[in-house]
């Protein structure tokens, strides 16, 4: 009978140092903006808040674009990530896009530049209702940016809306 208490326990042991020392697999939200005002937003020309079309019910942006461009979101410094996926989500929606929209995320990394992530294989374009799109940036062992921008790119003319902007992180598999 202690022979099997202490190999129950030892297994018990061996168990919790397992769990314990295995990382999560868990994706973790950094940063949220519901777009509901223009709290911290870059871009603030051509834009306004809608309270009316809106994904969460809280409001979102509004952008009327007469030309091409680069809608600035957020720039976020107080980050510490590496050796993981980085997640920029949002809900967009479109009436009367003649042309395409897409999410964009620039990281700097100290000592070796910028670099980008678009979503250009699941733009919006015409008129839609709200779709959740999501684009990737990954960061390998070492790879710590100290500035990450999102932004949204309308390439044509029309009406964008964006809602629920969120930064994740997610473990590499």
Do not use: H
Request: proline fraction near 4%; charged fraction near 30%; aromatic fraction near 8%.
């Amino acid at each position: 009978m202690i022979r099997w208490v202490s190999l129950f326990l030892s297994c018990f042991a061996i168990l919790c140092l397992v769990s314990c020392t295995k990382e999560s697999n868990e994706i973790v939200e950094l940063k949220r903006f519901p777009m509901d005002g223009l709290d911290g937003l870059i871009t603030r020309s051509g834009i306004a808040v809608d309270k009316e079309v809106t994904s969460d019910g809280g409001g979102s942006l509004r952008v009327e674009a007469t030309d091409p461009t680069v809608v600035r979101l957020f720039e976020i410094t107080d980050i510490n990530v590496d050796n993981a996926r980085l997640l920029y989500q949002a809900s967009l929606r479109s009436n009367g896009l003649d042309g395409k929209a897409y999410l964009e995320m620039w990281c700097r990394l100290p000592g070796k530049g910028q670099f980008f992530s678009r979503g250009l294989e699941t733009p919006i374009m015409g008129t839609t209702e709200w779709i959740s799109e999501e684009i990737p940036f990954v960061l390998e062992k070492g790879e710590k940016p100290d500035r990450v921008k999102l932004n949204l790119v309308i390439d044509g003319k029309g009406i964008v809306w964006i809602d629920d902007v969120r930064l994740l992180k997610e473990p590499l598999r």
